[in-house]
């Protein structure tokens, strides 16, 4: 499907990212035995003895965690209805989800809002909760997730009409570099949302509060 998206980082900048053709779906493994070894060269990388008391379990459950981040299954994102078109907004937001992020291997927090406009399909409520955490569940950047989000909800529900707004907090800004809180901001936005303000004032609003 091929969608002309704009998307906007920090509120105010605009950029067109290239579209790639479609999200991955399979659910990657982790080489298990491969992370134990990197969890015992990490601490000794550190400085630590991995023979001390507190540490003698932590390589498992550092892999025990990339494990279950990385296959984490979604179960079934893709139950639509039919409906008659009717161009009203469907919004769901407050979805929390958990990610890493690509540059620096850590963690960081999104409160994600995804509207869309359906034309044939309707998708169930929770399913768009299972997308978010879904492509959360890899090494991500914030603005790549959402305009994954977005294409995913695009393909399932067969609509051009789909905005996704994220506010992000980022441990890697808190915990290094400018050591300093703070939460960005980007949004997706297509079709009607891309095109008309109206529209998009509309989803903003919704989602406000
Ligand atoms: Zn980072």
Redesign the pocket.
């Known amino acids: 499907m091929s969608l002309n998206m704009e998307q906007g980082v920090n509120a105010n900048e605009n950029h067109h990212f290239p579209l790639p053709d479609s999200v991955t779906h399979s659910i990657r493994r982790v080489d298990y035995s491969r992370l134990l070894n990197l969890g015992r060269e990490l601490l000794v990388a550190l400085g630590e003895d991995p023979e001390r008391e507190g540490l003698r379990e932590t390589p498992r459950r550092w892999a025990d965690a990339w494990k279950e981040f990385i296959e984490y299954n979604p179960g079934n994102t893709e139950t639509c209805f039919n409906t008659i078109s009717s161009g009203q907004i469907v919004c769901v937001s407050g979805i929390r989800v958990a990610s890493y992020?690509e540059?620096?291997l850590?963690p960081?927090w999104c409160t994600v809002a995804i509207g869309y406009i359906p034309e044939k399909k309707v998708l169930g409520l929770s399913k768009f909760a299972r997308i978010a955490h879904q492509l959360a569940h890899r090494l991500q950047i914030q603005e790549q997730l959402g305009l994954q989000i977005a294409q995913e909800v695009s393909r399932i529900t067969e609509t051009p009409h789909v905005a996704v707004v994220l506010s992000g907090e980022?441990s890697?800004?808190t915990m290094r570099g400018i050591n300093t809180p703070g939460v960005m901001t980007s949004s997706v936005m297509s079709g009607l949302f891309q095109d008309s303000g109206e529209k998009r004032l509309e989803f903003l609003k919704l989602i406000d509060r």
């Open positions: 992020c540059h620096h850590m960081f980022h890697c800004m």
